[in-house]
């Protein structure tokens, strides 16, 4: 028996989602008294042993062309194949969009009860307990899954990384489903910090008045080494591109800290940032609803508090 992780890779590369997953994976395999399974799909530049590092007892790598195109059905006939070999009866995914993809066709591929959106680690093992986030994460509720096998998915960010000492031994996976996507073209958001990662955030509303004035929300990032992100409006109007979008209906983060210049707080805004750990609020509008949400506020005119508070991290960093 064990515990089977499915360790996303992009382009190769491991992300830090990947290693939150594995060491996730194995809490929940030392809880059961089990080892865990890393399953790496598709071509790989790093070395897959490294995951033993995050907790990983051993790594199946299915290194299959035909799986280097992401393809859900396919995917999730590999994770299936290693958690009939290896007589899993916990399979783990982060909620990254692929992860979100995979679950659904490896719940029926496999006959196993799914649980999403899982925001911390099980409560019970037997039977699988856990806590997830509900109503767009405005709340939590508490699933107990009454099959025998569970896939369980969860918030990305919303873990932690952790490492273990030991080593993996890493072996070629074999008996998946051939892939029958076929992809013409990719477009790729650009930042240097993905915002499903990011532990720091800074967010720009309609308060910016224009796309021109941007590059204030991108200093401050800079400086803290944060992602940027925006509102649903921002990105309607083409200020900036949909992949920054965060709400209900763009991505949804967990950072630690979340900084939203010139947002009001719409519910369908709360409920993409609800879950970052500090929320601190700059609007000119005493009234606007992101203060009760806040657990820092600034009523005052963005061109004016967000220029001091970037001069102060500066003054911070050198010293």
């Not at 929300?217 to 200020?239: F, N, Q, Y």
């Not at 609803?289 to 600034?298: E, I, T």
């Amino acid at each position: 028996m064990s515990v089977v992780v499915f360790a996303e890779q992009w382009e190769g590369k491991f992300k830090k989602t990947t290693f939150e997953a594995v060491s996730y994976g194995r809490r929940v395999a030392d809880m059961l008294g089990v080892p865990t399974v890393a399953v790496v799909i598709g071509s790989l530049d790093e070395d897959a042993a490294q995951l033993a590092t995050y907790g990983a007892n051993k790594v199946v790598h299915f290194n299959a062309s035909s799986l280097n195109s992401f393809d859900s059905s396919a995917f999730a006939s590999a994770l299936k194949e290693v958690a009939v070999s290896e007589e899993a009866q916990t399979v783990i995914l982060s909620g990254t969009s692929n992860g979100k993809s995979v679950v659904p066709s490896l719940a029926i591929q496999w006959g196993a009860a799914p649980i999403t959106n899982v925001a911390a680690l099980p409560d019970s093992v037997d039977p699988m307990t856990v806590k997830r986030g509900a109503f767009s994460s405005k709340g939590f509720v508490t699933y107990t899954a009454h099959e025998q096998k569970t896939v369980l998915s969860f918030i990305p960010n919303a873990i932690g990384v952790a490492e273990f000492p030991g080593e993996a031994i890493v072996e070629e996976g074999s008996g998946a489903a051939e892939a029958r996507v076929q992809v013409k073209g990719v477009d790729r958001a650009t930042g240097s910090v993905p915002l499903p990662e990011a532990e720091l955030v800074v967010s720009g509303g309609r308060g910016l008045k224009g796309p021109e004035n941007w590059g204030m929300i991108e200093e401050l990032a800079e400086l803290l080494g944060a992602g940027t992100a925006c509102s649903k409006p921002v990105s309607d109007m083409h200020w900036r591109p949909h992949s920054e979008h965060v709400g209900q209906t763009g991505i949804a983060i967990n950072p630690n800290l979340y900084i939203a210049v010139g947002i009001s707080g719409a519910i369908q805004h709360l409920a993409g940032v609800s879950n970052s750990k500090v929320i601190v609020v700059i609007n000119s509008d005493a009234e606007a609803p992101f203060f009760k949400a806040a657990d820092y506020g600034v009523v005052g005119d963005a061109f004016s508090v967000l220029p001091q508070l970037t001069e102060a991290v500066k003054r911070f960093k050198q010293g």
